[in-house]
């Protein structure tokens, strides 16, 4: 029900914007985060936005160089990301849930598939 894509290979200070469409959900009632996890770490949370498309939410390490946003007449959620860095390179995976709380720890109610971002030096 969430399909993330967008991802790919890109060199360091590049740019890439992934998107994530949802079906069979009344997207627009729910908080939507970006997690990613690299090889050998755990899942972690990069960004999150509330159903309005207010009070984007960043993990530290992409504060400035990342942004969240979300259009619910088209059930996607957007991530800006430049000045990518080598240490972006991870899966990034979007979720979804009706709680700010739940996506933010990691238990969000819906998942997409996770699409690969590679950053190069």
């Known amino acids: 029900q969430l399909q993330a894509y967008g991802g790919g290979l890109v060199q360091a200070g590049g740019s890439l914007r992934l998107s994530c469409a949802a079906s069979g959900l009344t997207f627009s009632v729910y908080y939507m985060g970006w997690f990613r996890q690299a090889p050998g770490k755990e899942r972690e949370f990069v960004a999150g936005?509330?159903?309005?498309?207010?009070?984007?939410t960043y993990a530290d390490s992409v504060k400035g160089r990342f942004t969240i946003s979300r259009d619910n007449a088209k059930n996607t959620v957007y991530l800006q990301m430049d000045s990518l860095k080598p240490e972006d390179t991870a899966v990034y995976y979007c979720a979804a849930d009706r709680s700010r709380g739940h996506v933010k720890l990691g238990f969000a109610d819906y998942w997409g598939q996770g699409t690969q971002v590679t950053v190069s030096s």
């Open positions: 936005v509330t159903w309005r498309g207010g009070s984007p």
